[in-house]
T-cell receptor, first 114, second 113 residues
Framework: EPEVTQTPSHQVTQMGQEVILRCVPI?????FYWYRQILGQKVEFLVS????????KSEIFDDQFSVERPDGSNFTLKIRSTKLEDSAMYFC????????????FGSGTRLTVV | KNQVEQSPQSLIILEGKNCTLQ??????????LRWYKQDTGRGPVSLTI?????NTKSNGRYTATLDADTKQSSLHITASQLSDSASYIC????????????FGTGTKLQVIP
């Protein structure tokens, strides 16, 4: 069964540093998403991406965050200057026709900011 | 405000027993409702999806129900197994536009021997 692949599985970074989280969505999917989940809390939407541009973003997704699809396969989330409160699991997801038709999540990247 | 509330927050049951998890939502306009299973440290995995016209959907030992009038859904797990220990998340999608998705708070289920 096709999978969404995320790397690294765990990243530790110092406060103020830039991090890039990587995702390889399912190959024929057209919609891409980033979510985060702070430990013990619910999954929160960050951003959706379609047709090479951001289609929607939440209030969490401020100027510190950016997304990119640099080639035909990767989808990245960059956090420019990490803060302690950015520590969370970050999930990438992709879907073929949009979230209403279901999407597939990756296994996540655990980001720890120290 | 679009909200999805789940109960109970956590649940411990004996292996082999049945359990029912609840989801109430205020999301409107409604498109569909999904139940996801999330193992610790892993991404959510879809169990069932239900649209407005469906009121029950099964996937093995998992049976989801939906009452669109009262905006309630339940997930019933039959003959629980240790591997059912996970968080179960109710996710509701709005219709129209980019089909915004609202996640519930989840129910953490622990199945003990």
């Amino acid at each position: 069964e096709p999978e969404v692949t995320q790397t690294p599985s765990h990243q530790v970074t110092q406060m103020g540093q830039e991090v890039i989280l990587r995702c390889v969505p399912i190959s024929n999917h057209l919609y891409f998403y980033w979510y985060r989940q702070i430990l013990g809390q619910k999954v929160e939407f960050l951003v959706s991406f379609y047709n090479n541009e951001i289609s929607e973003k939440s209030e969490i997704f401020d100027d510190q965050f950016s997304v990119e699809r640099p080639d035909g396969s990767n989808f990245t989330l960059k956090i420019r200057s990490t803060k302690l409160e950015d520590s969370a699991m970050y999930f990438c997801a992709s879907s073929y026709r949009g979230p209403g038709y279901g999407y597939t999540f990756g296994s996540g990247t655990r980001l720890t900011v120290v | 405000k679009n909200q999805v509330e789940q109960s109970p927050q956590s649940l411990i049951i004996l292996e082999g027993k049945n359990c029912t998890l609840q989801c109430n939502y205020t999301v409107s306009p409604f498109s569909n409702l999904r139940w996801y299973k999330q193992d610790t440290g892993r991404g959510p995995v879809s169990l069932t999806i239900m649209t407005f016209s469906e009121n029950t959907k099964s996937n093995g030992r998992y049976t989801a129900t939906l009452d669109a009038d009262t905006k309630q859904s339940s997930l019933h797990i039959t003959a629980s197994q240790l591997s059912d220990s996970a968080s179960y998340i109710c996710v509701v999608t709005l219709s129209g536009g980019y089909q915004k998705v609202t996640f519930g708070t989840g129910t953490k289920l622990q199945v003990i021997p």
